[in-house]
């Protein structure tokens, strides 16, 4: 059994109202339970938290290793672009973790295409809408199952 951390950035809390037509219709709330089935029929444990403030992601990050968290997927939202802090945690503490973008942020604005946390990711998914995040965690799976 893996124990996975799934963390949501600022703003995400309004996914399904939020421009829909970037970020698409899903709740955050039907993405964390569409994670949560999938990781349990696997015989997986998962824990989501979403915030909108800096400090409570890094905190959550470095408890991560303490907590024994095997793998972590997360939607940073506009701290992709700005939080060097994030950036420092998951260097501190090094468990593996996959970056999920719902739109495209290539096809975005400028400011969009730099990431703090890509070259240091296991993995990054952008543009594939909410399917990212189980996309990220069937490669969170098999990047556990193959060391």
Known sequence: MAKFLVLHGPNLN?????????YG???LDEINESIRVR?????????CF??????????????ASKD??????????AFTHTSIALRDAF??????????HLSNVF????FRRKSYLSD??????????????ELALLAAERKLTKQ
């Not at 309004?14 to 970037?22: A, D, I, K, S, T």
């Not at 990781?39 to 824990?47: I, K, L, P």
Request: glycine share 8%.
């Open 50 to 63: 979403q915030s909108n403030a800096e400090h409570e992601l890094v905190n959550r990050i470095q408890a």
């Open 25 to 27: 219709t899903t709740t």
């Open 91 to 100: 260097l501190s503490v090094k468990v593996p973790f996959i970056e999920v």
């Open 120 to 133: 240091i990711a296991f993995a990054v998914i952008t543009g594939t809408g909410a399917i990212g995040y």
């Open 39 to 47: 990781a349990e029929s696997n015989g997986h444990q998962v824990t």
């Open 68 to 77: 024994k968290t095997d793998f972590i997927i997360i939607n940073p939202g």
């Open 107 to 110: 096809a975005r604005e400028e």
């Open 14 to 22: 309004l996914l399904g109202q939020r421009e829909p037509e970037v």
